[in-house]
């Protein structure tokens, strides 16, 4: 399958907002509401963010949230803080036992 | 505490194959799928495919079947992905990352990565 497709990036300033879209198809962003969110930091391991679209995992600050219209989901990052530099990557389940995730999209805080 | 301990870097000539372990602890192994998850240099994040070490089932993504097999060794909890006739074009990091099993589909533990570089 193809990958999804997400902006190749992002800025904002500190303490603004920013949202990055994640565009899939019928098959997969559009017929399941699973969704999930990476952050990934250069050399590190790739870190969950948001899952089944909304959902925070213990510990992930509430300035992320996550949504979806479509074949669409979007990332925001509410109160952007200098670490919150990084790529973000969303992934959806596509059926048949399988996954896929977009391009990535570099966030920088300016 | 969850640790997904991943083989050291690897280097390759076109052709050849490359098996990386993913040495799990801190959790039920056969509670969670292994997936396999790359980045090539440049790139985004490529799913590979899974294998649910409890009953040895695997599932890859089209692109690598034939090509790729991952398999698991319960005794000591750990999960290797094999990938053959490199090219230079599987350059790239490779990760394991678990999923819950049942209605779970977010990967919420990933291995540190290993380097796999084709060349010749």
């Known amino acids: 399958q193809s990958a999804l497709t997400q902006p190749a990036s992002v800025s904002g300033s500190l303490r603004q907002s920013i949202t990055i879209s994640c565009t899939g198809t019928s098959s997969d962003v559009g017929s399941y509401n699973l969704v999930s969110w990476y952050q990934h930091r250069p050399g590190k391991a790739p870190k969950l963010i948001i899952y089944e679209g909304n959902k925070r995992p213990s510990g992930v600050s509430n300035r992320f949230s996550g949504s979806k219209s479509g074949n669409t989901a979007s990332l925001t990052i509410s109160g952007l803080q200098a670490e919150d530099e990084a790529d973000y990557y969303c992934?959806?389940?596509?059926?048949?036992?399988?996954?896929?995730f977009g391009g990535g999209t570099e966030l920088t805080v300016l | 505490q969850v640790q997904l301990v991943q083989s050291g870097a690897e280097v390759q000539k076109p052709g050849a194959s490359v098996k990386v372990s993913c040495k799990t602890s801190g959790y039920t192994f056969t509670d969670f799928y292994t997936h396999w998850v790359r980045q090539a240099p440049g790139q985004g994040l490529e799913w590979i495919g899974w294998?649910?070490?409890?009953?040895?089932?695997?599932n890859y993504e089209q692109k690598f079947q034939g090509r790729v097999t991952m398999t698991r060794d319960t005794s000591i909890t750990a999960a290797y992905m094999e990938l053959k006739w490199l090219t230079s074009e599987d350059t790239a990091v490779y990760y394991c990352a678990r999923v819950k099993g049942g209605n779970n589909y977010h990967f919420d533990y990933w291995g540190q990565g290993t380097l796999v570089t084709i060349s010749s």
């Open positions: 992934c959806s389940y596509a059926g048949r036992n399988n996954w896929v």
């Open positions: 294998i649910n070490p409890n009953s040895g089932d695997t």
